[in-house]
């Protein structure tokens, strides 16, 4: 967790130097209410009470859109929604994926806001649970076979490591 909130914080005061290099007379509340022209976006819990919006534009570069502090009782299908109305109002058009830890209403919630989004479990949490699920002697062969799809380079590449995953 600790290095989790040090990553964190490093991506929120780099990118809070990149907007006051870009906006110098804006010390305000200028970086968090800024209008956005991204036209994706990705929501990330890092499992933290601080949640992560991160956006990627119509050239592929990413941003932070925002961040919020969920508080220590976590966050409602309500508070989610909260965060999508506001990323939209600020300008952005549309969400394809939501990623996240299985949140309770967050799909709920990005839908009601973005009609198609989807939700994918983070590959983080995914391999947390598929460890889980195997025997302690087999954890180390799944990790490297789920490793090998998911840092495929393309889907062929994918699909080429799922079907030698399925076949050990």
């Not at 967790?1 to 490093?10: N, V």
């Not at 506001?86 to 839908?111: F, H, P, Q, T, Y």
């Not at 090998?148 to 030698?164: G, K, N, P, T």
Request: glycine share 10%.
């Amino acid at each position: 967790k600790r290095r989790e909130k040090a990553i964190m914080q490093r991506l929120m005061a780099e990118e809070r130097e990149l907007f006051l290099d870009k906006n110098p007379e804006d010390r305000g509340n200028g970086f968090q209410g800024r209008p956005l022209l991204t036209s994706g976006g990705l929501i990330e819990d890092l499992r933290v009470p601080v949640c992560l919006a991160q956006g990627t534009d119509h050239e592929g570069g990413r941003e932070i859109l925002g961040f919020w502090i969920m508080g220590g009782s976590g966050a409602s299908a309500h508070a989610w929604r909260e965060i999508f109305r506001e990323l939209k109002e600020r300008g952005v058009e549309r969400i394809d994926i939501v990623v996240s830890c299985d949140l309770s209403g967050i799909l709920e919630a990005s839908r009601s806001v973005f009609p198609g989004a989807d939700h994918h479990l983070c590959v983080v949490h995914a391999v947390r649970g598929a460890r889980t699920r195997v025997r302690r002697s087999d954890c180390a062969a799944v990790l490297q076979g789920l490793k090998a799809i998911y840092r495929a380079q393309d889907q062929e590449e994918a699909e080429r490591a799922l079907s030698a995953f399925a076949d050990t």
